[in-house]
């Protein structure tokens, strides 16, 4: 390891001697030390110990650049969209960059296309692959994806967010599981699509039937509303908390419930878990009907 002026100062016999094989040491490693040469020259090579880095001098011989570490590790300066650090010599616009602390970018014509990492706070997904947006998709009106790194996916975009097809057979085209166990899937055929829950009778116990079901059934109260982001559209339909007394399955969330900022947590309604009560009221009320039919056939008899 050496370090040289690069100038062969004038004196006579071994001096010289010694100062030019000081020169040449430098060169043979590359000036080697923890402070820059003192001269320097545009395109000349220093091994710079301090930091452990091999750097080149600009063509203006202004300042140094980072080549790569000393223990072979590779270094490539931030760079810009639009200058990417690790860029094609052709195309000078495409290539990698750094956009913020902790992240790399990807740029293509001089435009950002995606980035890995980013400063987003948990709520929004945290550091995240983030494809064509900066911020959360779902979150914001932009378009673009993002992979969080809790394994969540937010698309969001003016048009279909997400378009699935199965090719030539039909079958599963969306499997849902909870802790690794199927519970659901979305199947598709030709012509239509299912969306399935689990109700294999192995996976059941103490079956019975459901009596008392039209008196339940009266329980429900079916309103007429708008909700208050589309006014001038009114809807049937019913109150979560009131359904959740009666058929509690059918609803989720709490009366009421807020999240630790205050703001509300609403409760939504599944329908399609009301139909097991209106079959059975159904049921029940034609087994009435046909035992009114029967007394009142019986009396027209005589």
């Known amino acids: 390891m050496a370090q040289a002026d690069g100038v ?60 790569r570490g000393l223990d072979g590790s590779f270094t490539i300066s931030d760079g810009s969209v639009g200058t990417p650090g690790l860029r094609f010599s052709s195309d000078t616009n495409t290539g990698l960059y750094r956009s913020e602390a902790d992240t790399i970018a990807f740029s293509t014509a001089g435009t950002y296309r995606m980035l890995i990492g980013g400063s987003l706070n948990t709520d929004n997904g945290g550091p995240s692959l983030l494809w064509k947006t900066t911020s959360n998709p779902i979150g914001n009106n932009v378009d673009g994806i993002q992979f969080t790194n809790t394994g969540r996916i937010n698309i969001g975009n003016f048009a279909n967010c997400l378009v699935l097809n199965r090719h030539s057979t039909e079958g599963s085209i969306v499997g849902i599981r909870y802790n690794t166990s199927n519970v659901g899937s979305i199947t598709v055929t030709a012509s239509a699509t299912s969306y399935n829950t689990s109700s294999d009778y192995r996976l059941k116990e103490n079956v019975v039937a459901l009596t008392g079901a039209k008196a339940r059934l009266n329980d429900l109260d079916v309103k007429r509303f708008n909700f208050t982001a589309t006014p001038s559209t009114t809807v049937d339909g019913f109150l979560a908390h009131e359904v959740q007394s009666v058929v509690p399955e059918a609803v989720t969330g709490q009366h009421n419930e807020t999240d630790l900022n205050g703001d509300p947590v609403y409760q939504g309604i599944d329908q399609s878990k009301l139909v097991p009560l209106l079959t059975a009221a159904l049921q029940e009320a034609f087994a009435e009907i046909a035992t009114l039919t029967t007394r009142v056939e019986t009396l027209e008899a005589g």
């Not at 071994?14 to 080697?32: E, G, I, K, Y």
């Open 8 to 67: 062969v100062a004038n004196a006579s016999g071994s001096a010289v001697r010694a100062d030019l094989n000081n020169q040449l040491a430098a060169l043979f490693t590359t000036h080697s030390g923890a402070t820059a040469p003192s001269t320097t020259y545009a395109y000349q090579f220093w091994a710079d110990t301090n930091a452990s880095e091999l750097k080149i001098r600009n063509s203006a011989n202004s300042a140094w650049v980072s080549l």
